[in-house]
């Protein structure tokens, strides 16, 4: 089985840039999360989906960070315009459903803003 | 709200002992659920162990158990029979039903050879 798929693994932009980043979930499940996880701490919920729908944004920077799902498989991040404290590393998840099924993690991508 | 406290940023341990990584959480919810993730220096986060709030006995996955005291709100991870391929930065995890994970800090784990 396929685990959590993102790209890019790395992206170095300049302050005011915009970026994006994509993910693939294991195939089948329902629901997608993305993490922020700045150096040296733990990962901090961005937005949740589950299908198509969004389910928690709560902590998502909505002025400047923005994230879609549109078919209900792969989901794609956004940040514009993007500042040094974004600089983190943004992983993304999938669980087959929401409750208490064990999230599944991507490979991460790291980004650097200069 | 709920949080998720790892008392201990950095511990070390020799090829083939036991460690123990402490996790306290805080929460006034009665059902919930507890995760050790582990993320080696290359970062993909990977499953250690899980624990259902609901049932008494611990965990155990191999050389992976849990110590969970439910009144005391801690759920700590004993690592037996160290390998050099444990090293790596260990997060305690909390969810409730609607699966809002919170992570705890993380310990950096180093296994001497």
């Known amino acids: 089985e396929a685990g959590v798929a993102q790209s890019p693994r790395y992206k170095i932009i300049e302050k005011r840039q915009s970026v994006a980043f994509w993910c693939n979930p294991i195939?089948?499940?329902?629901?997608l999360y993305w993490y922020q996880q700045i150096l040296g701490q733990g990962p901090k919920l961005l937005i949740q989906f589950q299908n198509n729908g969004v389910v928690d944004d709560s902590q998502l920077p909505k002025d400047r960070f923005s994230a879609e799902r549109l078919k209900g498989v792969d989901s794609t991040l956004k940040i514009q315009p993007a500042k040094l404290e974004d600089s983190a590393v943004y992983l993304c998840a999938s669980s087959f459903l929401r409750g208490q099924e064990t999230q599944y993690f991507g490979p991460g991508t790291r980004l650097l803003v200069l | 709200a709920q949080t998720v406290t790892q008392s201990q940023p950095e511990m070390s341990v020799q090829e083939a002992e036991t460690v123990t990584l402490s996790c306290t959480y805080d929460?006034?919810?009665?059902?919930?659920?507890l995760f050790w993730y582990k993320q080696p220096p290359s970062r993909q986060m990977i499953l250690v162990i899980r624990?259902?709030?609901?049932?008494?006995q611990n965990a155990t996955e191999n050389r992976f158990s849990v110590n969970f005291q439910k009144a005391a709100k801690s759920f700590s991870l004993k690592i037996s029979d160290s390998q050099l391929g444990d090293t790596a930065m260990y997060f305690c995890?909390?969810?409730?039903?609607?699966?809002?994970?919170?992570f705890g800090a993380g310990t950096r784990l180093t296994v001497k050879p």
């Open positions: 929460t006034s919810e009665n059902n919930y659920y």
């Open positions: 195939s089948g499940h329902a629901t």
């Open positions: 995890a909390f969810t409730r039903n609607n699966n809002d994970m919170r």
């Open positions: 624990q259902e709030a609901y049932k008494q």
